[in-house]
């Protein structure tokens, strides 16, 4: 087969028609040298909208079908512009009403049964990508690209893990081969719904918020791709979120190691997952902005940029809770961490970062907010007895923390980054609550108050000169 690219368009690239139509421009000149899957997310905002109708149905508040309605006439608005073809516009017309519909209907059985499963709560959030990839493949077709719309439910065969669904590869790769090679091979750019999966028997799941970063890569990897261009709407991975530090600076290549480990504390452009399924058969990823196609963008890599050695980026993760398990009485009291991990996995937290103390005083972990009751209860009564005799003095949860941080993949040989960091938070008064080095030596992560993680993150930037131009010549 000829050269594959696999095109993933984000929320904000597929934001309305003028979006839609740009991100169909982009694919169309690629088209023009090799072949191009399309993958794409909802229109930005809409997984929010739908989730909070479902949560609404459930709680019998409002008519969750005012959203729906609302999201059915954005999409038909966003049609009328795209399509000029009478024919070709009705038929569109008719599948986003007929999609709506069936979710209207099913909010108001939600709604009736106040019952709101992982399944339906799946079901209802995957629509929006079933209705923008409907509009890219028109919008494709206006321009006289052959496109067909193609459901992932039918290609992405994942677990049954219905809301952070994990493809099952092997059958990814045999649904590809059957599925899309055939659509490929007869000059077809298949649009494909970013985010959704299905398991084995065809039960819609969806692969976690922000997935559709993890479809384009899985779909890569299936069809054995030349490269995947992740579209969205920063000129590509930056030193820092740019909503916290605004010169942040473009970083033209870096490894999957590297990326991985900015997705995993919170860079929000990738999908923690992204990377897995490509690094095995080094896959070159690039992100790149679709609103300035011009410029070249992030190119993830397995070597990255072999020169630059210590800091690379810092990142953040708000909304994270820390939980501490601690007293004097856990010295040397024999099983405790493992106690703790069995109970922290048994409600299948998602851990983010531990520390302990040397004088093992205290193991404290940071887990994401939402599952911080459930950990905490879990925890307590795996200890039950041993706070019952004071060997374990306390079980405690702190929700206003966050995590930062610091991520290089030659940081290894270069010494005191972790004392320059630390100065740098100390010269600003900002108080270190834990810290953490991961045995990657990738990154180096602390916790602070959730009031000072922008203070932190600009400080740390500031101290490794991240924002000044340095040599990045590739
Ligand atoms: P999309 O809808 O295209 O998937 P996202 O909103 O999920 O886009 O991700 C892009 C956003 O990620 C950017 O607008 C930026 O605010 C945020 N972001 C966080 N950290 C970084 C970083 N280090 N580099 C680039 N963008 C980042
Ligand atoms: N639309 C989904 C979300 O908002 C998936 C994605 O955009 O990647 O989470
Ligand atoms: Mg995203």
Aim: aromatic share 4%; proline share 3%; hydrophobic share 45%.
């Amino acid at each position: 087969m000829n050269r594959l690219q696999v095109m993933k368009f984000g929320g904000t690239s597929v934001g309305d028609a003028e979006c839609i139509r740009r991100a169909a421009e982009i694919v169309l000149s690629a088209a023009r040298e090799s072949a191009v899957l399309v993958v794409v997310s909802a229109m930005g905002g809409v997984t929010n909208r739908l989730i909070s109708a479902a949560n609404k149905a459930v709680a019998g508040q409002d008519d969750p079908s005012s959203e729906i309605d609302s999201l059915r006439q954005q999409h038909i608005d966003a049609a009328k512009v795209l399509v000029s073809d009478k024919s070709s516009l009705d038929k569109l017309i008719v599948e986003l009403e007929q999609i709506t519909a069936d979710t209207a209907s099913l909010c108001r059985g939600i709604s009736l049964l106040r019952e709101l499963t992982p399944k339906t709560y799946a079901t209802v959030s995957s629509v929006g990508e079933r209705l923008s990839a409907r509009l890219m493949a028109a919008s494709l077709r206006e321009l006289e690209l052959n496109a067909a719309v193609v459901e992932s439910t039918d290609v992405i065969v994942t677990d049954d893990d219905y809301l952070q669904a994990e493809p099952l590869m092997h059958e990814v790769r045999e649904r590809a081969a059957a599925v899309l090679k055939p659509l490929l091979r007869d000059g077809v750019t298949p649009v494909v719904t970013g985010f959704i999966g299905a398991t084995a028997d065809g039960v819609l799941t969806t692969l976690g918020r922000g997935g559709s970063d993890y479809s384009a890569t899985t779909l890569g990897a299936a069809l054995d791709g030349d490269e995947i261009i992740i579209w969205t709407d920063v000129d590509g991975v930056l030193t820092a979120d740019p909503r916290l530090v605004p010169d942040a600076r473009l970083l033209r290549e870096i490894s999957y190691n590297e990326a991985a480990e900015l997705a995993y504390f919170g860079a929000k452009v990738l999908h923690p997952k992204t990377l897995r399924p490509v690094v095995e058969a080094a896959i070159p990823v690039w992100i790149r902005n679709s609103f300035a196609p011009q410029k070249i963008g992030t190119r993830i890599t397995t070597e990255g940029h072999p020169t630059e050695h210590g800091v690379r980026a810092i990142t953040a993760i708000p909304n994270v809770s820390m939980i501490t398990v601690g007293g004097s009485g856990i010295v040397g009291v024999i099983g405790v961490a493992a106690k703790t991990f069995q109970a922290v996995a048994s409600v299948r937290a998602n851990v983010l970062l531990i520390s302990q103390s040397s004088s093992e005083n205290d193991i404290c972990l940071v887990v994401d907010s939402v599952d911080a009751a459930q950990t905490l209860k879990a925890l307590r009564s795996a200890f039950a007895a041993d706070l019952k005799h004071h060997d374990v003095e306390h079980i405690t949860v702190d929700p206003n923390i966050a995590i930062v941080a610091v991520v290089g993949e030659k940081m290894r040989g270069t010494p005191g980054i972790a004392g320059r960091t630390f100065s740098a938070l100390g010269k600003r008064g900002i108080n270190i609550i834990a810290i953490a080095q991961g045995s990657s030596e990738y990154n180096v992560s602390f916790v602070v108050e959730a009031g000072a993680m922008g203070d932190a993150v600009r400080a740390v930037h500031e101290e490794f000169e991240l924002q000044e131009a340095r040599s990045e010549a590739s």
